[in-house]
């Protein structure tokens, strides 16, 4: 039990559902991805982590508007991890669609509102661009998130040797060891660290796709020797701290202006 309104989608009755339509009520849809993430987490920490940062966000937004939280979108786009296996990815164009099809969906229950919260790097550019063709197509309010990119400071500040969340790292692991430590393989997770860095993009400030294995022999990204479950909770406090706020601010949410003159 949880105080508050409940906020999972797939916990409500249709008609309750219906009552919540409209008005100043946010839609968030998570979306994820099922992927490698090295020798110690399962292949589905980005969407057990990003489904719970929604609700937790969801709950602590709830004494400002109603916010509801579909089930997890749980297939990304996650090529560059094709070649370690246990991965699943989806194509751009096959990924967008989806979301805009639960756009579509929920604009004709009468939602005006959605927040398409994310919890995979590889995701990234693709909701923007998501979020900007379903505004324009449908008129509703879109924000598109990643939730460790939304206050990075307030979850590196929790960290002892990264500033932020890498890949089945000290933060990933972390969390991960508070919702579903039985997911966790513990027994050896300093043979699990991988680099903190490797060699990305191109140029000043351009732009080149790599695979994964570019940057990692082994799938990680950071030192998850450095985790612990109390860590974690500090952690989801934090990430959905952050997108509860986004949720809760009016500017966010407020009516596209036109400032044109004359």
Known sequence: MTDGPECAWERLKAHEIRAAAGGDTVVVVPVAAVEQHGPHLATGTDAIIGREVALRAARKAAAVRRVLVTPVLWCGLSEHHMAFGGTLTLSPATFQAMLRDVAVALARQGFERMLISNSHGGNHVAIQAAAEAISMDLGMTVVATTY??????????????QDGVLHACEAETSMMLALAPDLVDTSDLAAAAGPKDGPTGAGRASYR?????HLTA???LGDPSRA????????????SGAVAALLADPAVWAPVEDRRRG
Do not use: T
């Open 148 to 161: 460790f990119r939304e206050d990075p400071a307030a979850l590196g500040a929790h960290l002892d040797d």
């Open 209 to 213: 796709w790599r695979p994964f294995q």
């Open 218 to 220: 082994n799938g990680v």
């Open 228 to 239: 612990s479950a109390e860590k974690g909770e500090r952690l989801l406090d934090a990430a």
